[in-house]
Nanobody, 126 residues
Framework: VQLQASGGGLVQAGGSLRPSCAAS????????MGWFRQAPGKEREFVAS????????YYTDSVKGRFTISRDNAKNTMYLQMNSLKPEDTAVYYC????????????????????WGQGTQVTVSS
């Protein structure tokens, strides 16, 4: 599976962005997907994940109520609607695929993900 993230950018605090992640290659089997981020000088952290079915989603506490993860399996694309952005959301955002997850489950642990995109920069100015 190859993953291509896009849609990051520079936005003022309180603004919105909607990065996306397009998957290609081995996409016939169901798999979960997730977003992770890494800020300068910090470790990569989990942001959100979604099962193949879309019925199960998970968020880190700091983004609950502000971010929404979704996917369109017909387009092999995952999205992250980011609202009410804060300067502390500034990071490189990476998408990843958990190919062993099946239809309904997905992990929140980075080590469970098999494929990673190249990342898209999100910068929130105060």
């Amino acid at each position: 599976v190859q993953l291509q993230a896009s849609g990051g950018g520079l936005v003022q605090a309180g603004g919105s962005l909607r990065p996306s992640c397009a998957a290609s290659g081995r996409t016939s089997s169901p798999y979960g997907m997730g977003w992770f981020r890494q800020a300068p000088g910090k470790e990569r952290e989990f942001v959100a994940s979604i099962s193949w079915s879309g019925s199960n989603t998970y968020y880190t506490d700091s983004v609950k109520g502000r971010f929404t993860i979704s996917r369109d399996n017909a387009k092999n694309t995952m999205y992250l609607q980011m609202n009410s952005l804060k300067p502390e959301d500034t990071a490189v955002y990476y998408c990843a695929a958990d190919v062993g997850s099946g239809y309904f489950s997905v992990s929140r642990r980075a080590e469970m993900y098999d494929y990673w995109g190249q990342g898209t920069q999100v910068t929130v100015s105060s």
